[in-house]
């Protein structure tokens, strides 16, 4: 597979027609391996002439967000100097220019921003249903299986056998049983198609991983945020949806909630919580039953709770240092400014931010914002946070001198 990227790269240096395969926006491990895979197949069954070459649909200052897929190239061998991401190749200019074929894979639908594509896309390999039905020459390939990594090990398995190494194997083997959650009936995400191709390739080489021993190691790498940043975290595993010029995002955070039993056992000042029932587990959510507290009167919980939690990292003495904790004296003022100063028009003199009387005009029934807060881009509560934390920087090195 190294020497076979390598080539991949060299041919983005020459001007010559290329076939991409590319896999979906949200580039998670099933997409990444299926596009490396596929590509793969078709460079060696091709007639000679022919570049295949497969591009992650992400830029690659993003791969560090895909804890799985780092942990996985590592382990399989695969440097990510070899890998192409979208940022590193110009589809739109070798449309232009005549010299690009699209292969789409685990997804069929390409964006509103690369519409002008569609009409050079040649194949599509996907495990969803079709929203958009394609017309020849363009060869459709949809089955409802668990991964669509399986649709590649059928192609390749069915197609020549014979190019399949023990890496390639264990890349397959190991996405599929990820993708389909360690083949657990219970789950019941795995198809009859997943269980066959999983044992065909454990068949072919019997010294790949264990399912359970491959599975945990990529579940825990897959939601391990160690080393990421605030803004990383939020758009890991990130969705999106996009109606009529309206754009929702959806984010997780992937960390334990143990703030929770200070809030609920409060009573300086009480918060009067009632816990909310919810299908997530991971998900703790309460009604507020006492409104008269504001995030000016709550931030000294979090403060305690926090200096708590860090104290509980202390490292005793004489032992060896094994985590490195940076404790920085919160200041509450400082504190009540960065909460407040996020919303326009909310000053420290004022707890919240009243809303303005409607309008006194015969033609307008009632104000919008009497039913709810101005809207805040994520952008803007970022470059705000960031401005706080420049401003105290300065301010702390100012006090050192």
Do not use: W
Not at 45 to 57: E, K, M, S, Y
Not at 216 to 222: E, G, M, N, V, W
Not at 293 to 307: D, H, I, N, T, W
């Amino acid at each position: 597979m190294e020497d076979y990227l390598q080539g991949c790269r060299a041919a983005l240096q020459e001007s010559q027609p290329l076939h991409v395969v590319l896999g979906n926006e949200a580039c998670d491990l099933d997409s990444m391996v299926s596009a490396l895979a596929l590509a793969f197949y078709l460079a060696k069954t091709t007639q000679a002439g022919d570049v295949f070459v497969p591009v992650l649909n992400i830029k690659r200052s993003e791969l560090p967000l895909r804890g799985d897929s780092v942990f996985f190239l590592q382990k399989i061998h695969i440097p990510e100097s070899l890998l192409i991401f979208r940022d590193e190749i110009d589809l739109h200019a070798l449309h232009q220019a005549g010299q690009l074929t699209l292969i789409l894979v685990d997804h069929h639908v390409l964006p509103r921003s690369d519409a002008a594509l569609e009409e050079v896309v040649t194949e599509v390999l996907d495990h969803r249903p079709i929203e958009q039905k394609r017309c020849p020459p363009c060869h459709v390939s949809v089955e409802l299986v668990g991964s669509c990594s399986t649709l590649v090990t059928e192609r390749i398995l069915k197609g020549a056998p014979e190019i399949l190494d023990r890496q390639i194997a264990a890349l397959l083997h190991g996405t599929i049983i990820l993708d389909c959650v360690n083949m657990d009936v219970k789950i019941g995400k795995a198809t009859l198609k997943d269980n066959k191709y999983v044992e065909k390739l454990e068949a072919l080489f019997p010294d790949l991983p264990k399912r359970n021993d491959i599975f945990d190691s990529l579940q825990k790498a897959k939601f391990d945020v160690s080393g990421l940043t605030t803004e990383q975290m939020l758009r890991k595993d990130q969705k999106t949806i996009f109606r009529q010029g309206i754009k929702v995002a959806i984010s997780a955070i992937y960390m334990d909630l143990e703030i929770c039993g200070v809030l609920e056992h409060a009573d300086s000042p009480s918060l009067k919580l009632t816990p909310v029932t919810s299908t997530l587990l991971n998900l703790q959510a309460y009604l507020q039953g006492n409104t008269q507290v504001s995030r000016k009167k709550f931030l000294p919980l979090l403060e305690e709770a926090l200096s708590a939690y860090l104290d509980s990292m202390t490292i005793p003495s004489g032992q060896p240092e094994t985590v490195d904790v940076s404790r920085e004296q919160v200041n509450k003022e400082e504190l009540d400014r960065a909460g407040t100063s996020l919303i326009p028009g909310l000053s420290q003199e004022e707890e919240e931010p009243p809303l303005p009387p409607t309008p006194m005009n015969s033609l307008v029934d009632e104000c919008p914002l009497d039913l709810e807060l101005p809207k805040l881009s994520a952008e803007a509560i970022f470059e705000k946070c960031s401005q706080i934390s420049r401003s105290q920087s300065t301010t702390a090195s100012l006090s050192k001198k």
